[in-house]
T-cell receptor, first 113, second 115 residues
Framework: AQSVTQLGSHVSVSEGALVLLRCNYSSSVPPYLFWYVQYPNQGLQLLLKYTSAATLVKGINDFEAEFKKSETSFHLTKPSAHMSDAAEYFCAVSSFGNEKLTFGTGTRLTIIP | ETGVTQSPTHLIKTRGQQVTLRCSSQSGHNTVSWYQQALGQGPQFIFQYYREEENGRGNFPPRFSGLQFPNYSSELNVNALELDDSALYLC??????????????FGEGSRLTVL
């Protein structure tokens, strides 16, 4: 069975500050890992994904995430927060040959002006 | 390129009723997945359809059923609605290339309220 745990249901950062959203996964097989963003009243948009290539993955809007097998983590970072980054962020896991995603419970990111 | 579209966007039903939600997949995609997102929770996988056949199912009872049509559009049907079925239902389409990890493109969802 696979699962993800997102630490912190709410995160607030000041505009221009570093964004760090935490995700730990559990998987009995090599995982594929994803970060999705959900803006109010919208569907989910893929930010980035890890599929066993480079461990540092760059995504859209200057987001990136690093796969650390030893820590079973896939934390999402952005060097400088913008007001437009305010949204709900979801970490998700799947496995090779399987496009069925298991999502975490999400982290709501608030940007303080 | 047309994205994933879902209808209706909002609907209200009463307990015991039945509901059908519809999804048009993105052009060129052959796989449709449905997810249920309860308030304050992450999406939960309901089932996936590939070439009109169910290709995996999550932990949902049989009163949740689906269809995929030859044009790859899809329906989600829920019978005997319960209050806990109130949620945002998300449809996602993808192009199954084998090996998984294909990007899922999500629609904006259908928000179901059961009274």
């Amino acid at each position: 069975a696979q699962s993800v745990t997102q630490l912190g249901s709410h995160v607030s950062v000041s505009e221009g500050a570093l964004v760090l959203l935490r995700c730990n996964y559990s998987s009995s097989v090599p995982p594929y890992l994803f970060w999705y963003v959900q803006y109010p009243n919208q569907g989910l948009q893929l930010l980035l994904k890890y599929t066993s290539a480079a461990t540092l993955v760059k995504g859209i809007n200057d987001f990136e995430a690093e796969f650390k097998k030893s820590e079973t983590s896939f934390h999402l970072t952005k060097p400088s927060a913008h007001m437009s980054d305010a949204a709900e962020y979801f970490c998700a896991v799947s496995s090779f040959g399987n496009e069925k995603l298991t999502f975490g419970t999400g982290t709501r990111l608030t940007i303080i002006p | 390129e047309t994205g994933v579209t879902q209808s209706p966007t909002h609907l209200i039903k009463t307990r015991g009723q039945q509901v059908t939600l519809r999804c048009s997949s993105q052009s060129g995609h052959n796989t449709v997945s449905w997810y249920q997102q309860a308030l304050g929770q992450g999406p939960q996988f309901i089932f996936q359809y590939y070439r009109e056949e169910e290709n995996g199912r999550g932990n949902f009872p049989p009163r949740f059923s689906g269809l995929q049509f030859p044009n790859y559009s899809s329906e989600l049907n829920v019978n005997a609605l319960e209050l806990d079925d109130s949620a945002l239902y998300l449809c996602a389409s993808s192009l199954a290339l084998g090996g998984g990890a294909g990007e899922l493109f999500f629609g904006e969802g259908s928000r179901l309220t059961v009274l």
